[in-house]
Nanobody, 123 residues
Framework: VQLQASGGGLVQAGGSLRLSCAASGRTFRSYVMHWFRQAPGKEREFVAA????????NYADSVKGRFSISSDNAKNTVYLQMSSLKPEDTAVYYC?????????????????WGQGTQVTVSS
């Protein structure tokens, strides 16, 4: 499974960004897709998760109501729509694929990772 994350950038507080994670490989649809983030000096933390069917999703409490995860099977891509961004959302965002369920939040259970995309929210 190969993952390619994109869409990060610099945005003002209150703004929006959409991250994309393009997946490829023979068996990627067997994996549940997650987004994690890691701020400087902090541990990598769970953000959101989705199955490829879109039937199951999960969000960290810190992003509920502001972020939305979705999947586009035709494009083999998972999106993270981020709205009402706050300076504390500043981090490198990673997509990950794992043979897990959407409620799993520990990054150690994920076998495949994208390269990360920087999101910076200015106050």
């Amino acid at each position: 499974v190969q993952l390619q994350a994109s869409g990060g950038g610099l945005v003002q507080a209150g703004g929006s960004l959409r991250l994309s994670c393009a997946a490829s490989g023979r068996t990627f649809r067997s994996y549940v897709m997650h987004w994690f983030r890691q701020a400087p000096g902090k541990e990598r933390e769970f953000v959101a998760a989705i199955t490829w069917s879109g039937a199951s999703t999960n969000y960290a409490d810190s992003v509920k109501g502001r972020f939305s995860i979705s999947s586009d099977n035709a494009k083999n891509t998972v999106y993270l729509q981020m709205s009402s961004l706050k300076p504390e959302d500043t981090a490198v965002y990673y997509c990950a694929a794992g043979l897990t369920v959407v409620t799993v939040q520990n990054p150690k259970y994920f076998q495949y990772w994208g390269q990360g995309t920087q999101v910076t929210v200015s106050s």
